[in-house]
Each structure stands twice: as structure tokens, then as C-alpha cells.
Nanobody, 119 residues
């Protein structure tokens, strides 16, 4: 089992910044992926960014590329999402998730943290 706890959400004005953090505990996998997803009211959950725990390769959704940065701290077992130049359309509940297998779905999820960007 992997436990994930997100923190750092809040209310910010458009153009501002927030930093989300995901703390992972429990069983660890050297080759797993940690991703950030978000779900806005009335919309489906969408991929935001992900990082490979081993090696640190990253991938971003086009909508956040150049504005968001995902990073990891191996010692603290945390994955952060630095969000800059925030837009009202970034408003959503943000979730971190782990894919423990070499392929397939993300199988562990956090409880989510609310990000609200005012115009």
C-alpha cells in the first residue's frame, strides 16, 4: 500500500503562484510514476504532469507546459507541483497519484487539494 497526502492548495489571484506537495509513505517502488491530476466542477479528471521516481523524467499536459514544474525529493519522498502564471481555468481539485506498475492505470490516489484562481 502507498499512502499519498496532498497539501498546499488555496485561493490565489490570476497570475499568481502556488506550490502543491504530495507526501508518499508506505510501500515504495523504485520505478513508479507519480502524477498530478485535476478535476474542475462538471468536468472529467485530467492529467496535469508526471515524474518518474527513478531518473526524474517528466511529462506535462500542453495546457500547463511552461507554467507548471513537477519535481521530487527522494529523501523526503515528496513530489511538488510548482504552479506559476495561474489562470482561472486552473481552478480544480488537484490529486496526486502513483502508478506502481510498469504500465496500466494509476493505482493509488490522494484525497485532493483545492486550488481556486480568481480573476
Amino acid at each position: 500500500q502507498v499512502q499519498l497526502v496532498e497539501s498546499g492548495g488555496g485561493l490565489v489571484q490570476a497570475g499568481g503562484s502556488l506550490r502543491l506537495s504530495c507526501a508518499a509513505s508506505g510501500r515504495t517502488f523504485s520505478n513508479y510514476l507519480i502524477g498530478w491530476f485535476r478535476q474542475a466542477p462538471g468536468k472529467e479528471r485530467e492529467f496535469v504532469a508526471r515524474i518518474r521516481w527513478s531518473g526524474g523524467s517528466t511529462l506535462y499536459a500542453d495546457s500547463v507546459k511552461g507554467r507548471f514544474t513537477i519535481s521530487r525529493d527522494n529523501a523526503k519522498h515528496t513530489v511538488d507541483l510548482e504552479m506559476n502564471s495561474l489562470k482561472p481555468e486552473d481552478t480544480a481539485v488537484y490529486y496526486c497519484a502513483v502508478r506502481s506498475g510498469l504500465s496500466g492505470p494509476y493505482d493509488y490516489w490522494g484525497q485532493g487539494t483545492q486550488v481556486t484562481v480568481s480573476s
